[in-house]
């Protein structure tokens, strides 16, 4: 299984960005696909997850500005992130699972991205 993030950068503060996540090699029937991100030092953080079935869940502090989605026929999975804020600053990683009954914790995913910065300067 292959994840691989684009789309990061930098950006002022009220800008808008949207991420990528190609995936390739998974033959799950029914998953969860979650973006994580992790600011330095702190813990990483499930922002916005979606399964197989469109369902869609994000954490309070991007609710409103940042819209997970899916395109099953290319495989990829997309985050728009719009409002960004300085504290959105961080590293954002896109995961797979066949399986999280808690959807935002990373212990459960099993396949990450490399990762792509995003920055946002006030």
């Known amino acids: 299984v292959q994840l691989v993030e684009s789309g990061g950068g930098s950006v002022q503060s009220g800008g808008s960005l949207r991420l990528s996540c190609a995936t390739s090699g998974y033959t799950y029937r029914s998953y969860r696909m979650t973006w994580f991100r992790q600011a330095p030092g702190k813990e990483r953080e499930g922002v916005a997850t979606?399964?197989?079935?469109?369902?869609?869940m994000y954490a309070d502090s991007v609710k409103g500005r940042f819209t997970i989605s899916q395109d099953n026929a290319k495989k990829t999975l997309y985050l728009q992130m719009n409002s960004l804020k300085p504290e959105d600053t961080a590293m954002y990683y896109c995961?797979?699972?066949?399986?999280?009954?808690?959807?935002?914790?990373?212990?459960?995913?099993?396949?990450w991205g490399q990762g792509t910065q995003v920055t946002v300067s006030s």
């Open positions: 979606i399964t197989s079935d469109g369902s869609t």
């Open positions: 995961a797979l699972s066949a399986f999280a009954p808690i959807p935002l914790r990373s212990s459960y995913y099993k396949y």
